[in-house]
C-alpha cells in the first residue's frame, strides 16, 4: 500500500487501483529537494497565472527500450517513443499489454511494487526521471496521476484538494483557497461544489469524485498528467465531463490517457500509442505510435488495423 502522504497527488495503491489508504489527517511534510527533471518554477508555488512560454517545452518524454519485469517476468519489452508535451497521447491494446504498467514508469508509481524491474532509460525534461538524484516524491507532484476508480481520500473536498500543496509545506489559508478553487475550476467541477466545499468527498458522485480526483491531482501544478482509464467505472454523462476537462487541459500539460474506448482515444488524443502482447510467452511491445487521425484512419500495421476494427481485444 503506498501510503499518500508520500505520493503526493499521485494517490493511489497502483498495483490494485484500490483507494489510497485514507489519512485521518493531511500530514506536513517539508518540501522536499527538486532534482532538476522538474522545471524549477514549477517547484515553487505556483502562480495561477497561465502558462510562461519559458516552460513551454516542459513536460516531453523520451523513452528509450524501456523493458519491465514483474518478479522476473518481462511485462513489456523494449519500448521507445517520444511523448510530446502539452499534447494528449493515448494509450491503447488489449487487457494485460502493459498500458498501467507503462504509464506506471513514467512517475515511478511501479518503485512500489515488489519484485518489479524497470529497464531502460526514461527522461523527462531531457533528464532520466530514474536517476538517484531525483526523488520519486517531487516527480510525482510534477507528474500527477488519476486512476481506474476515483480514489478521494475520507476528507472534505476542500482538504482532498489542499492535501497536495498542504504536503509541500503551504499553510496560509489564502493561498490555499487560491489553489483549490483554481484546482477546482480547471477540473471543471467548481460549480457544483462551490458552496459545499466542507461536505465529505464520499459524498459526491462517481463522476464528480473523477473530478476531485483530478483537482486534486493539479493543486501541485503539475505539467504532466497521467490517466488510467478514467472513464471505465462512470456513465456516459459524466465521461463526456472528464473528456470535456482533458480538452480543457491539453494546451497547458501534457496528458498520457489510458483508454479501451476507441472513439475516446480518437475524441481527445492527438497522438497514439499500440502496445499488443502477441502471446502469453512473449512480453509485450509498443506495435506503432503516431497522430492519432493517421492511427484510425491509416495505421501502418495490420495488427493495429485488426484491434482497432475490433478484430480482437
Ligand atoms: N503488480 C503486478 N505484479 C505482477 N504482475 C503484474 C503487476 N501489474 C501488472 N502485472 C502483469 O503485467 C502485465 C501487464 O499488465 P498491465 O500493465 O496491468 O496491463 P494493462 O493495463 O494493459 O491491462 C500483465 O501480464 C499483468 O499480469
Ligand atoms: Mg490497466
Given at each position: 500500500m503506498v501510503n499518500p502522504a508520500n505520493t503526493a497527488n499521485a494517490t493511489a495503491d497502483t498495483a490494485t487501483d484500490t483507494p489510497a489508504e485514507a489519512p485521518t489527517e493531511a500530514p506536513v511534510h517539508k518540501a522536499p529537494?527538486?532534482?532538476?527533471?522538474?522545471?524549477?518554477?514549477?517547484?515553487?508555488?505556483?502562480?495561477?497565472?497561465?502558462?510562461?512560454?519559458?516552460?513551454?517545452?516542459?513536460?516531453?518524454?523520451?523513452?528509450?527500450?524501456v523493458s519491465v519485469s514483474y518478479g522476473?517476468?518481462?511485462?513489456?519489452?523494449?519500448?521507445?517513443?517520444?511523448?510530446e508535451p502539452r499534447k494528449v497521447t493515448a494509450l491503447i491494446g488489449p487487457?494485460?499489454?502493459?498500458?498501467?504498467?507503462?504509464?506506471?514508469?513514467?512517475?515511478?508509481?511501479?518503485?512500489?511494487?515488489?519484485?518489479?524491474?524497470?529497464?531502460?532509460?526514461?527522461?523527462?525534461?531531457?533528464?532520466?526521471?530514474?536517476?538517484?538524484?531525483?526523488?520519486?516524491?517531487s516527480l510525482r507532484m510534477y507528474v500527477g496521476q488519476v486512476f481506474q476508480r476515483p480514489n478521494p481520500f475520507p476528507l472534505s473536498i476542500y482538504d482532498n484538494v489542499a492535501f497536495g500543496p498542504r504536503t509541500q509545506g503551504i499553510r496560509k489559508k489564502d493561498e490555499l483557497d487560491e489553489i483549490v478553487i483554481d484546482s477546482l475550476k480547471k477540473a471543471a467541477i467548481y460549480e457544483e461544489v462551490k458552496n459545499s466545499l466542507k461536505k465529505h468527498a464520499f459524498?459526491?458522485?462517481?463522476?464528480?469524485q473523477q473530478r476531485l480526483c483530478i483537482a486534486r491531482a493539479l493543486a501541485t501544478k503539475p505539467g504532466v498528467l497521467l490517466m488510467d482509464e478514467p472513464c471505465s467505472a462512470l456513465d456516459p454523462i459524466s465521461t463526456g465531463m472528464i473528456e470535456d476537462t482533458v480538452q480543457q487541459l491539453r494546451d497547458s500539460m501534457t496528458i498520457v490517457i489510458v483508454t479501451h474506448n476507441?472513439?475516446?482515444?480518437?475524441?481527445?488524443?492527438?497522438?497514439?500509442?499500440?502496445?499488443?502482447?502477441?502471446?502469453?510467452?512473449?512480453?509485450?511491445?509498443?506495435?506503432?505510435?503516431t497522430d492519432t487521425t493517421t492511427m484510425f484512419t491509416q495505421p501502418r500495421d495490420k495488427r493495429t488495423e485488426n484491434y482497432i476494427t475490433g478484430r480482437f481485444g
Open positions: 529537494e527538486v532534482h532538476t527533471v522538474v522545471p524549477e518554477h514549477r517547484a515553487e508555488r505556483p502562480s495561477t497565472s497561465s502558462t510562461s512560454d519559458a516552460d513551454s517545452k516542459s513536460g516531453h518524454f523520451e523513452l528509450e527500450k522476473g517476468d518481462m511485462a513489456l519489452k523494449d519500448v521507445s517513443f517520444y511523448i487487457s494485460g499489454c502493459g498500458k498501467s504498467t507503462l504509464l506506471r514508469c513514467l512517475n515511478r508509481m511501479n518503485d512500489a511494487i515488489d519484485g518489479v524491474k524497470v529497464e531502460g532509460l526514461i527522461s523527462l525534461n531531457g533528464e532520466d526521471i530514474n536517476a538517484k538524484a531525483v526523488d520519486p516524491v459524498e459526491l458522485s462517481g463522476g464528480q476507441m472513439q475516446q482515444a480518437a475524441r481527445v488524443s492527438d497522438s497514439t500509442a499500440f502496445l499488443l502482447r502477441e502471446s502469453i510467452e512473449e512480453p509485450a511491445g509498443l506495435v506503432e505510435i
